[in-house]
C-alpha cells in the first residue's frame, strides 16, 4: 500500500497552477532532508504537457501531466540504492546529501523526472511535498488544483480510480510499477462532415458507421445539427467508414488513426 497519485485528464483545463505551485513551494525553500531548494529555472517537477491533436478544423487540445512516478519498482533506487530510496509511506527521495555530485542519475529515469542543479551539483525531482505530508497536508499541486484533477492519498482510498486508471507509459509500467494513475487519458478521435455538395448544405441526422479494419469492431453515430460526426477515443487502426443517410447513396471512406487523429474531412453523398 502506501501513498498514491491520480491524475484525471478529463478534469484538467492545463491552468497550470499545479506547476506553479509547485515552484511556489520549492524555489528558493530548503525543505532538507527531502529536498533543497529548486532553480527558478530549468526545472519542473511537475511539468503540463500540452497535445494538439487533429487537423483544422476538427482541433481538440488536451493537458497531461509529467511528474516523478514515485515508481514502486524505482529505476532510480536501482542506479542508486546508497542515494535514493522510498520512505514508508512509498514517496521516492533522492537524497540531496547522498546524491550530490551524482549526475548520472538524471539518465537513471525513464520519465524524464529527475533534473541536475548545477549550482549544488546534485539530481533532484518531485518529493510528493513530503515535508507537507509530514505535516498532516496536500502536496501543494493537489491543494491547488482548482478542478481537483489531481488527487493524492493512501491507495486504499482510491480502488475504483487504480482499477480504471492507465500508466502514462504502457510498455514501461510492468517493470516500473508507477505509482501516479492516469484516467480518461486521450486517446484517438476519428472525425468528418457529411455534405450534400449538389445542394451545398450539410446533411444531418445520416448515420455513420466506423468498422475497424484490424479487429472488426463496428462503431455507429449521428451528424449532428453541423453535419458533423465524432468518434471519440478509438483505436489506433485502419477504418472504413460508411455513411447512409435517406434519399442518398451509401458511400465508404477509409481512414487511419494509427499514426494521428483523423479528421476525414467533407464526404459527399449524391442522391440516390
Ligand atoms: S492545476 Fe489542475 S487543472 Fe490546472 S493544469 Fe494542473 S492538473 Fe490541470
Ligand atoms: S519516475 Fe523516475 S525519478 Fe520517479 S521514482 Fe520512477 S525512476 Fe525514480
Not at 25 to 32: A, I, K, Q
Not at 85 to 109: H, Q, T
Not at 178 to 207: H, S
Not at 246 to 255: H, P
Request: with cysteine; proline share 7%.
Amino acid at each position: 500500500m502506501g501513498k498514491v497519485f491520480v491524475f484525471d485528464h478529463a478534469k484538467c483545463n492545463g491552468c497550470r497552477n499545479c506547476q506553479i505551485a509547485c515552484k511556489d513551494e520549492h524555489v528558493d525553500n530548503d525543505w532538507s532532508p527531502w529536498a533543497k531548494p529548486q532553480p527558478d529555472t530549468g526545472q519542473f517537477w511537475n511539468r503540463i504537457e500540452e497535445r494538439v491533436c487533429g487537423q483544422v478544423p476538427k482541433v481538440k487540445v488536451s493537458y497531461v501531466l509529467h511528474m516523478c512516478q514515485h515508481c514502486g519498482d524505482a529505476p532510480c533506487m536501482a542506479a542508486a540504492p546508497d542515494a535514493v530510496y522510498r520512505r514508508d509511506d512509498g514517496l521516492v527521495i533522492v537524497d540531496p546529501e547522498k546524491a550530490k555530485g551524482r549526475r548520472e542519475l538524471v539518465e537513471a529515469c525513464p520519465y524524464g523526472a529527475i533534473f541536475w542543479n548545477e549550482e549544488l551539483e546534485i539530481p533532484q525531482k518531485c518529493t510528493g511535498c513530503a515535508h507537507l505530508v509530514d505535516a498532516g497536508e496536500m502536496p501543494h499541486c493537489v491543494d491547488v488544483c482548482p478542478h481537483e484533477a489531481i488527487w493524492f492519498g493512501e491507495e486504499g482510498e482510491f480502488p475504483a480510480e487504480i482499477a480504471a486508471a492507465e500508466p502514462l507509459v504502457p510498455e514501461r509500467a510492468a517493470v516500473d510499477k508507477p505509482r501516479v494513475y492516469y484516467l480518461n487519458l486521450p486517446k484517438r478521435f476519428l472525425a468528418g462532415i457529411v455534405i450534400d455538395p449538389e445542394a451545398d448544405e450539410v446533411i444531418t441526422g445520416a448515420k455513420v458507421t466506423a468498422e475497424n479494419l484490424d479487429t472488426g469492431d463496428v462503431l455507429t453515430t449521428e451528424t449532428d445539427e453541423f453535419g458533423d460526426f465524432w468518434f471519440l477515443r478509438v483505436a489506433e487502426a485502419s477504418w472504413r467508414v460508411y455513411v447512409e443517410a435517406d434519399g442518398y447513396l451509401t458511400r465508404a471512406v477509409d481512414a487511419s488513426t494509427v499514426d494521428e487523429d483523423r479528421n476525414i474531412g467533407p464526404i459527399g453523398l449524391y442522391e440516390s
